[in-house]
Nanobody, 123 residues
Framework: VQLVESGGGSVQAGGSLRLSCAAS????????MGWFREVPGKEREGIAT??????????DSVKGRFTISRDNVQNTLYTMSLQMNSLKPEDTGVYYC????????????????WGQGTQVTVS
């Protein structure tokens, strides 16, 4: 299974960025994709998840500002996006997308497949 993120970068506080993730190589009847953020000195944290039924969940810190969506799901290809608005300096970090079969979870340890990460810097 391969996951590839894109769309990171640098932006001023109050700005917006859109992250995308393409996952391929495995078929699940029930699945969950999520975005996680990692900053130096802290554990990787769950930011947003979306499952095969379209159910979404968000960390309190990003509710109302970030939106996770499925772009396309067909056969062994899953693509999703994270629209990030009203960005704050504390949103800075490396963002990873992840995929798992089964129910959603906000725990990084529940996910098997990970992308390489993309840096988001808000100043």
């Amino acid at each position: 299974v391969q996951l590839v993120e894109s769309g990171g970068g640098s932006v001023q506080a109050g700005g917006s960025l859109r992250l995308s993730c393409a996952a391929s190589g495995r078929t699940y009847i029930k699945w969950c994709m999520g975005w996680f953020r990692e900053v130096p000195g802290k554990e990787r944290e769950g930011i947003a998840t979306i499952d095969s039924g379209g159910i979404t969940a968000y960390a309190d810190s990003v509710k109302g500002r970030f939106t996770i969506s499925r772009d396309n799901v067909q056969n062994t290809l899953y693509t999703m996006s994270l629209q990030m608005n009203s960005l704050k300096p504390e949103d800075t970090g490396v963002y990873y997308c992840a995929l798992r079969g089964g129910d959603c979870s906000t725990s990084p340890s529940a996910f098997v497949y990970w992308g390489q990460g993309t840096q988001v810097t808000v100043s």
